[in-house]
């Protein structure tokens, strides 16, 4: 079992920048590949962005590519997701979760977080 939690979303103006966290516990953090998922009032949760194992291999939604980048501290088994330049359409509630597969993958996630509310507004 891998525990996730995590924090650092809130209310931003648009053009304005949020970086969340994503705390991991339980198994070797490092044997885990990393994503951020969201999931926005009345639609599915759709894929931001992941990292490999090392963290020497990132992926980004085109939706998001350019302006969040995706990281990780495997030292402190955390990994963090930089928002930059957020837009009205950013805002949901964004989730990490870990993967077994070596990644950075968009699919076969086993453990996830309980999400933390980003609201960008206008």
């Known amino acids: 079992q891998v525990q996730l939690v995590e924090s650092g979303g809130g209310l931003v103006q648009a053009g304005g920048s949020l970086r969340l966290s994503c705390a991991a516990s339980?198994?070797?953090?490092?044997?885990?590949?990393m994503g951020w998922f969201r999931q926005a009032p009345g639609k599915g949760r759709e894929f931001a962005a992941a990292?490999?194992?090392?963290?020497?291999?990132?992926d980004y939604a085109s939706s998001v590519k350019g302006r969040f980048t995706v990281s990780r501290d495997n030292a402190k088994n955390m990994v963090f997701l930089q928002m930059n330049s957020l837009k009205p359409e950013d805002t949901a509630v964004y989730y990490c979760?870990?993967?077994?597969?070596?990644?950075?993958?968009?699919?076969?996630?086993?453990?996830w977080g309980q999400g933390t509310q980003v609201t960008v507004s206008s």
């Open positions: 339980g198994r070797t953090f490092s044997g885990y590949a």
């Open positions: 990292i490999s194992l090392s963290g020497g291999s990132t």
């Open positions: 979760a870990a993967s077994s597969r070596g990644g950075p993958t968009r699919t076969g996630y086993e453990f």
